[in-house]
Nanobody, 120 residues
Framework: VQLQASGGGSVQTGGSLRLSCKAS????????MGWFRQAPGKEREFVAA????????YYADSVNGRFTISRDNAKNTVYLHMNSLKPEDTSVYYC??????????????WGQGTLVTVSS
């Protein structure tokens, strides 16, 4: 599985962005999909995950209520809708595919990352 993330950019505090991650191949629906982020000098951290059918979602406490993960299995795409963005959300965001859920070691495939910058 190859993953291509897009949608990053620069926004002001309180703004919104939607990240997309398109997967190649025919096995997209077999994987839990996750979003992680990594700020300079920090470890990669879990942001959100969605199960294969989309029936269950999981969020880090820091983004719960502001971010929404969704997926469209017909389009092999997972999304991360980010609202009420804060400067501390500034990071490179990575999508990942695997058995899931909140740990980096639970994912087998990773996208290249897309940068989100939130200015105050």
């Amino acid at each position: 599985v190859q993953l291509q993330a897009s949608g990053g950019g620069s926004v002001q505090t309180g703004g919104s962005l939607r990240l997309s991650c398109k997967a190649s191949g025919r096995t997209f629906s077999r994987y839990t999909m996750g979003w992680f982020r990594q700020a300079p000098g920090k470890e990669r951290e879990f942001v959100a995950a969605i199960t294969r059918s989309g029936g269950s979602t999981y969020y880090a406490d820091s983004v719960n209520g502001r971010f929404t993960i969704s997926r469209d299995n017909a389009k092999n795409t997972v999304y991360l809708h980010m609202n009420s963005l804060k400067p501390e959300d500034t990071s490179v965001y990575y999508c990942a595919a695997g058995p899931g859920y909140t740990l980096t070691r639970q994912y087998d495939y990773w996208g290249q990352g897309t940068l989100v910058t939130v200015s105050s």
